[in-house]
């Protein structure tokens, strides 16, 4: 017996010293050969071994380990399941009954598969099937490591039908649903499980509770939500470890409360790292670049510990960048020298402050160095993109990762469905919100109202209103963007009608949202409707009128020609309502062909903005619409001296997955020919419906046939006439122009939707028009 218990001693030693498999085999060779395998410890600490040392792909040895033990017993089986990818583990469970009727699995078993299949989400729907056939669905233990499974693959739902089915969860497992909300950007879901749990009676609390609910408080900038942690950790004890205080300095630097995150930051005797951290991330955050800074060097001084990437994270100024590019760029070199550039972190702070800075190289280049790129990095490369009107390129990089087998978020999502809603892509938009589906992605606030946002830019608003309407959670964001949706569609009275249910559901309307209303109200026609918006703000709500806002009023009340009021109004506006007021007066003056007061206001504009060649061009229209081709060429050649350029006009159409471009007179795409043949054909059918050629629209001073051949080369017929050869009879044609809708052009469309009986959606600078049996949404009031 003394001899066994030395061999046992010696290879259990010499098993914990190996430090490759072939050691091991040496070890198992020599056991079988003095016939002292098969040792069930013996063997369970081999396979363990094996385990660590070659991870999954030792499963072929690990499993012929197991097999060579011919009564093992239920620990052996553990350790060998913990060290199988789930597509063996799952076979050699459900073959147990037949191999090993003695080993019934116990809850470590099923935790041992579960821990294996995390990085496999696949495998998750079996495992739990097994869980439910074998009776462990209520276990305690095994509900958390499945939820904990559910949540690393994303599928939130799943997990929180794991975390219902337990009649009474303990403190373990509503950590775990919390944490792993929080971990898929799940804030509101997370922050609704807590509070339940604040609900429950039998619910205990530890310090793990509170330290993984202060980042969804954070997140969702709820100091209400973050007070009451910090109460409860109070009343409870619990609000004085370290990674407790940590969560508070950040949640309430976070919602803005800088003055409590530095008390309790000097509440700390001796601040570690992770403290100095919070709180150089917390004034970043609120744009207290000097005193991050300040504190950084105290860091560096202060014996706190060494700068990590968190440090250099919290230190780049993200969300103020501007006027701190310069200290971008030395936080950058400090980090490459430091060696913190390659930590993926570090580098998507760099890719994002260089989006927001508007230095796309830059940011591609921090981007595309980063060894390995996470979730975040690839999040904010696409966002950076659709933020700086590169959406075909935030279409193409999103693609990209999607071919790395890389899952989106609600952030990725959110992105693309703003780029989708400023190329005005449908089917690409349709595409995304069918990714968000398939991928079980909470439709949290921010996604709903980037779909309603998405869907209204393309021309749905039914689909946008739809919703909206099924929002659990609305903020003022969502509000103000179906309001918006309908003012650019031209539905002023519906935008009127959700203003004041947003009042009823006590959502303080923003300056944002005022600026909506009074658009919609411009658009519509709603003078009255308009200035009485216009007058509650200040007087009732406490919005103090912007630029924006000034601008907004003369343009309601030029497109409803009532130019003297309008003028009026702009002596009324003070110094700061700058060159918009002046804008909006001129863009009035093109629509009522008032060439005098065109002219008084272009003199403003020349005097406040005189590099704005639309002001112009704008001017110069009028002078061509009253046939004073002398003036407007005189104003043409002004522009030319001062070499500035007319943006030029393009359309876009999307069909299938590809976005074609347009230029006026464009011979370029591929199927140039049949579009022109085409056109022609459809030109002679409107005419022969009565069309007859706006020919003011031309600038120049030509004969009325060379006019009539100009007009109807515009980019905006060129795209209808490929939307109509390249989709089926009675689909819907969407273009978007990046100029506003000429007059002609408006025209020439309401006689082809009819003739053609197709629905045309048209979204130009300023608003969407849909066309529809030779009749207009807007009323030819645009």
């Known amino acids: 017996m003394a001899v066994r218990r030395h061999h046992k001693a010696l290879y259990l030693g010499l098993i914990s010293a190996a430090t490759t498999l072939h050691h091991l085999d040496q070890i198992l060779a020599h056991s079988i050969v003095t016939g002292y395998h098969p040792d069930l410890i013996t063997a369970t600490a081999l396979l363990r071994r094996v385990s660590d040392?070659?991870?999954?792909?030792?499963?072929?040895?690990?499993?012929?380990?197991?097999?060579?033990?011919?009564?093992?017993?239920?620990?052996?089986?553990?350790?060998?399941?913990?060290?199988?990818?789930?597509?063996?583990?799952?076979?050699?469970?459900?073959?147990?009954?037949?191999?090993?009727?003695?080993?019934?699995?116990?809850?470590?078993?099923?935790?041992?598969?579960?821990?294996?299949?995390?990085?496999?989400?696949?495998?998750?729907?079996?495992?739990?099937?097994?869980?439910?056939?074998?009776?462990?669905?209520?276990?305690?233990?095994?509900?958390?490591?499945?939820a904990d499974l559910y949540l690393n693959s994303s599928q939130v739902s799943l997990a929180e039908k794991v975390f219902d089915g337990i009649p009474d969860p303990d403190t373990v497992l509503w950590n775990t649903l919390i944490s792993g909300l929080v971990r898929n950007c799940s804030f509101s879901r997370a922050a609704s499980v807590f509070q339940r749990m604040v609900a429950s009676n039998s619910a205990r609390f530890d310090s793990t509770t509170l330290a993984v609910v202060l980042p969804a408080a954070a997140e969702l900038q709820d100091p209400n939500l973050g007070t009451l942690v910090h109460c409860l950790g109070i009343k409870l004890g619990l609000a004085s470890p370290p990674h407790v205080v940590t969560g508070l300095i950040s949640m309430y630097s976070k919602c803005?409360?800088?003055?409590?995150?530095?008390?309790l930051f000097e509440e700390i005797e001796y601040p570690d790292l992770i403290a100095y951290n919070a709180m150089i991330s917390g004034y970043s955050i609120n744009g207290h670049i000097e005193s991050s800074v300040g504190l950084f060097k105290e860091l560096l001084v202060s014996g706190g510990g060494r700068p990590n990437s968190s440090t250099m994270v919290g230190l780049i100024p993200v969300f103020n960048p501007f006027g701190y590019e310069l200290l971008a760029r030395s936080i950058h070199g400090f980090a490459v020298?430091?060696?913190?550039?390659?930590?993926?972190?570090?580098?998507?702070?760099?890719?994002?402050?260089?989006?927001?800075?508007?230095?796309?190289?830059?940011?591609?280049?921090?981007?595309?160095?980063?060894?390995?790129?996470?979730?975040?990095?690839?999040?904010?490369?696409?966002?950076?993109?659709?933020?700086?009107?590169?959406?075909?390129?935030?279409?193409?990089?999103?693609?990209?990762?999607?071919?790395?087998?890389?899952?989106?978020?609600?952030?990725?999502?959110?992105s693309m469905l703003s780029a989708c809603a400023q190329l005005g892509a449908l089917?690409?938009?349709?595409?995304?919100?069918?990714?968000?589906?398939?991928?079980?992605?909470?439709?949290?606030?921010?996604?709903?109202?980037?779909?309603?946002?998405?869907?209204a830019k393309c021309g749905s608003i039914a689909e946008a209103r739809s919703i909206f309407d099924d929002m659990e959670e609305k903020n003022v964001v969502s509000w103000n963007a179906m309001i918006s949706a309908y003012g650019i569609h031209g539905r002023g009275l519906e935008s009127l009608k959700l203003f004041e249910a947003m009042r009823s559901a006590s959502v303080a309307p923003?300056?944002?949202?005022?600026?909506?209303?009074?658009?919609?109200?411009?658009?519509?026609?709603?003078?009255?409707?308009?200035?009485?918006?216009?007058?509650?703000?200040?007087?009732?709500?406490?919005?103090?009128?912007?630029?924006?806002?000034?601008?907004?009023?003369?343009?309601?009340?030029?497109?409803?020609?009532?130019?003297?009021?309008?003028?009026?109004?702009?002596?009324?506006?003070?110094?700061?309502?700058?060159?918009?007021?002046?804008?909006?007066?001129?863009?009035?003056?093109?629509?009522h062909k008032e060439s005098e007061l065109a002219r008084y206001a272009a003199r403003k504009l020349f005097e406040l903005e005189p590099e704005n060649p639309g002001y112009y061009v704008l001017l110069s229209n009028i002078h061509s619409s009253k046939r004073n081709y002398l003036e407007a060429a005189m104003v043409r050649q002004d522009a030319k001296n001062r070499k500035l350029a007319k943006t030029p006009g393009c359309t876009l159409i999307e069909v299938g997955d590809a976005v074609h471009t347009f230029t006026a007179g464009d011979r370029s795409h591929p199927q140039s020919t049949a579009i022109h043949s085409l056109l022609e054909k459809l030109t002679g059918k409107i005419i022969e419906a009565g069309y007859r050629a706006e020919t003011e629209a031309a600038l120049y001073d030509v004969e009325e046939e060379e006019k009539e051949q100009m007009v109807k080369v515009h980019s905006e017929r060129l795209a209808i006439?490929?939307?109509?050869?390249?989709?089926?009879?009675?689909?819907?044609?969407?273009?978007?122009?990046?100029?506003?809708?000429?007059?002609?052009?408006?025209?020439?469309?309401?006689?082809?939707?009819?003739?053609?009986?197709?629905?045309?959606?048209?979204?130009?600078?300023?608003?969407?028009?849909?066309?529809?049996?030779?009749?207009?949404?807007?009323?030819?009031?645009?």
């Not at 078993?109 to 496999?120: I, K």
């Not at 803005?256 to 008390?263: L, S, T, V, W």
């Not at 938009?429 to 946002?453: P, R, Y």
Request: with cysteine; aromatic share 8%; charged share 20%.
């Open 53 to 146: 040392l070659g991870g999954t792909a030792a499963a072929p040895r690990a499993l012929r380990l197991f097999s060579s033990v011919p009564d093992p017993d239920l620990f052996l089986l553990n350790v060998l399941l913990r060290s199988l990818p789930p597509s063996t583990a799952l076979p050699l469970l459900s073959s147990l009954p037949r191999h090993h009727p003695h080993l019934r699995p116990n809850t470590f078993t099923y935790a041992a598969v579960a821990s294996a299949a995390s990085n496999h989400p696949e495998a998750a729907p079996p495992l739990h099937a097994r869980i439910i056939v074998d009776g462990f669905s209520n276990d305690l233990f095994v509900a958390s490591s499945l």
């Open 256 to 263: 803005g409360d800088i003055p409590a995150a530095e008390f």
């Open 337 to 414: 020298k430091a060696g913190f550039d390659v930590n993926s972190a570090v580098s998507t702070a760099l890719t994002t402050v260089y989006c927001r800075l508007n230095e796309m190289e830059a940011a591609r280049r921090a981007f595309d160095s980063m060894p390995e790129k996470s979730m975040a990095s690839w999040n904010a490369m696409i966002s950076g993109y659709a933020q700086n009107g590169l959406t075909a390129t935030a279409i193409s990089l999103f693609r990209e990762m999607q071919a790395c087998n890389l899952r989106p978020n609600q952030i990725t999502v959110t």
């Open 427 to 455: 089917t690409m938009g349709k595409w995304v919100h069918q990714i968000i589906a398939e991928e079980d992605l909470e439709l949290n606030v921010f996604v709903s109202t980037a779909l309603v946002d998405m869907y």
């Open 510 to 591: 923003t300056g944002v949202t005022f600026l909506s209303v009074l658009c919609a109200c411009s658009h519509g026609g709603l003078v009255e409707e308009g200035r009485a918006i216009f007058e509650s703000m200040k007087r009732e709500h406490g919005v103090e009128p912007g630029p924006e806002h000034y601008a907004s009023m003369v343009d309601l009340l030029g497109r409803a020609g009532r130019l003297g009021e309008a003028l009026e109004f702009i002596k009324t506006t003070p110094e700061s309502a700058g060159a918009g007021v002046w804008g909006a007066l001129l863009g009035a003056c093109m629509i």
């Open 721 to 782: 006439a490929f939307g109509l050869i390249s989709t089926s009879p009675g689909t819907d044609i969407r273009i978007i122009k990046n100029l506003r809708v000429c007059l002609d052009c408006h025209q020439a469309t309401k006689f082809i939707s009819k003739i053609t009986q197709r629905v045309i959606v048209v979204r130009d600078a300023t608003r969407f028009h849909h066309f529809r049996d030779g009749v207009c949404s807007c009323g030819d009031y645009w």
